[in-house]
């Protein structure tokens, strides 16, 4: 089964950036497209962006501020947030873009106004 590790999340002022970090079993990395969800107290998970071998998407809220890479030596894939929001608040997780497979604790992402 392919498991997900997260890492990366803290505190963090509005206007300032983390990157988040996404570590995945499994001997066919570099065939699964991966995405990055969050999710808030209440709310559904929201896919915020989304990697294939070599296409990116992004949610409107996200795009032009987060960035999403892999890295397939590394079994990683990467977030890159810039000029964060209060709103980006959530606890992020990384799961195929189905969000079917086994879902990680996540990393919180505190960002403070």
């Known amino acids: 089964q392919v498991q997900f590790v997260e890492s990366g999340g803290g505190l963090v002022q509005a206007g300032g950036s983390l990157r988040l970090s996404c570590a995945v079993s499994g001997s066919l990395f570099s065939f699964y497209v991966i995405g990055w969800y969050r999710q808030t107290p209440g709310k559904q998970r929201e896919l915020v962006a989304h990697?294939?071998?070599?296409?990116?998407n992004y949610a409107d809220s996200v795009k032009g501020r987060f960035t999403i890479s892999r890295d397939n030596a590394k079994k990683t894939v990467y977030l890159q947030m810039n000029s964060l929001k209060p709103e980006d608040t959530a606890v992020y997780y990384c799961?195929?873009?189905?969000?079917?497979?086994?879902w990680g604790q996540g990393t919180q992402v505190t960002v403070s106004s």
């Open positions: 990697i294939s071998r070599s296409v990116t």
């Open positions: 799961n195929f873009v189905t969000g079917l497979g086994s």
